[in-house]
């Protein structure tokens, strides 16, 4: 072997003896609440296509028409000649859904993090996470130059704490430009993707009121499942006015793939000449934006609130059948905690056996020595399904949290 892939056979040996080693497992189906794994049919949760979209017939005729009428690939970015229709058409429906001025559409929701952070904080800025945030975010944070500050998860005043020391500390950073102040940002999730627990919107919009900083929300795990119409959490708690920047995935509930942003014309225009990850990469095939569309215009039918009831229903089945009672279900989200990174591998695979599919998550997704499974439900489930996962779960005696 040569020396740079002996070198690289070290370090993933290094990952393995840690219990860290991951590797990919070709499906063989497409996504629904039984996959093919190699050539076993497993009972999934897994996925986070919560409301069973990603396989709907509406989603599919619609990239299949897409593809008809303007073909595989976007031939360049949006900027050059690549701004083909399916992409306005989605951020007009996006827009109208989330009930912005305007929205901005990126090839994923990492992408929309990365480009979105970078374009509007620089080094002389200041940005404050929540420990518990996506790592596209804290990629994009890093990538910005900008100073950061980690909240404790959750925690308001721990982010009063941060917000007053940067409101102090910004004279002492260095000046961000000739032509601009330097400025504070807030980044969280609505709802939180490996604990499943929500964060205290209301609070955290007072603060950033308060001390003057920006707002930007990760809605990635809320979209199309959280408001009376479906908007996320922030339309439930009645605070999207006093978020400046509303980010969130067209590849979960909604059933496609892409990211999006949603916010004021200004940020959109903005991001369109600022943020590099849209500028100087080729558009998405314009068929996963057609998919996207068909899955925004479905969510806000009947059908749409039907399979939204569906997947509480789910969750609320799911939570009465554990053995530790229940408490009222927040999200479809519900990670049983293990630990070692070894023993989370192990209880999946016993899972596996059992003919149920529940990936174990370890670092860097959560902490080390922190390890979980990661259970998800979906409007597809029946009811038999979750049955035969709370009967599975007893039988190797895994012990799910749920939030309340
Ligand atoms: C999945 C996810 C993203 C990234 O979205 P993709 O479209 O998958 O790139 C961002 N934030 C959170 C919280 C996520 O769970």
């Known amino acids: 072997m040569n020396p740079f892939d002996s070198e690289l056979q070290e370090r993933l040996a290094s990952l393995s003896a840690q219990g860290l080693r991951r590797q990919l497992r070709p499906v063989n189906s497409s996504q629904g609440p039984r996959i093919v794994l190699n050539s076993e049919t497993l009972l999934n949760f897994s996925s986070n ?28 970015s949006r900027l050059i000649c690549g701004s083909l229709k399916p992409y306005h058409e989605l951020e007009e429906t996006l827009a109208q859904f989330k009930a912005t001025e305007a929205a901005l559409s990126f090839s994923s929701g990492y992408s929309a993090a990365l480009g979105t952070i970078c ?53 002492h950073t260095a000046e961000p430009g000739p032509n601009r102040r330097p400025r504070a940002l807030v980044v969280t999730e609505s709802v939180f993707s490996m604990d499943g627990d929500c964060a205290p919107l209301r609070g955290i919009v007072e603060l950033k009121s308060k001390y003057d900083a920006w707002l930007m929300l990760d809605e990635a795990h809320a979209t199309g499942l959280y ?96 053995a530790q009672g229940s408490g009222r279900p927040v999200s479809a989200i519900i990670p049983i905690p293990v ?57 190797v005696q895994l012990h799910p949290v749920t939030q309340a």
């Open 49 to 76: 296509d919560y409301l069973g979209l990603a396989s709907h017939p509406a989603l599919q005729e619609a990239a299949i028409a897409a593809v008809r009428e303007y073909g595989a690939g976007a031939g360049a």
């Open 119 to 171: 374009a509007l904080m620089g080094s002389g800025d200041i940005i404050i996470l929540d420990k518990l945030v996506h790592a596209s975010v804290v990629d994009a944070a890093r990538l910005s130059g900008a100073r950061l500050r980690v909240f404790k998860h959750n925690n308001l005043e721990h982010l009063e704490a941060l917000l007053r020391w940067a409101r102090e500390g910004r004279p």
């Open 227 to 322: 408001g009376a119409r479906r908007r996320g959490l922030a339309e439930e708690q009645g605070i999207q006015a006093g978020i400046e920047i509303q980010m969130g995935t067209l590849g979960k509930a909604i059933g496609a793939a892409g990211g999006y942003i949603c916010g004021s014309r200004a940020l959109i225009d903005y991001l369109v000449n600022r943020a590099r990850s849209f500028v100087f990469s080729t558009a998405p095939v314009p068929a996963a934006a057609a998919a996207a569309t068909a899955g925004l215009r479905l969510l806000q039918t009947d059908e749409g609130e039907q399979r939204r009831r569906d997947l509480w229903r789910r969750v609320a089945q799911f939570q009465a059948g554990r």
């Open 339 to 395: 630990g070692p990174e070894e023993q989370a591998v192990a209880a999946a695979e016993a899972l596996r056996r059992r003919g149920v599919f529940i990936p174990a998550v370890r670092y860097p997704t959560v902490a080390r020595g922190q390890a979980r499974l990661r259970l998800t439900l979906s409007a597809a489930h029946e009811q038999s399904d979750v049955g035969q996962v709370l009967a599975a779960l007893e039988a």
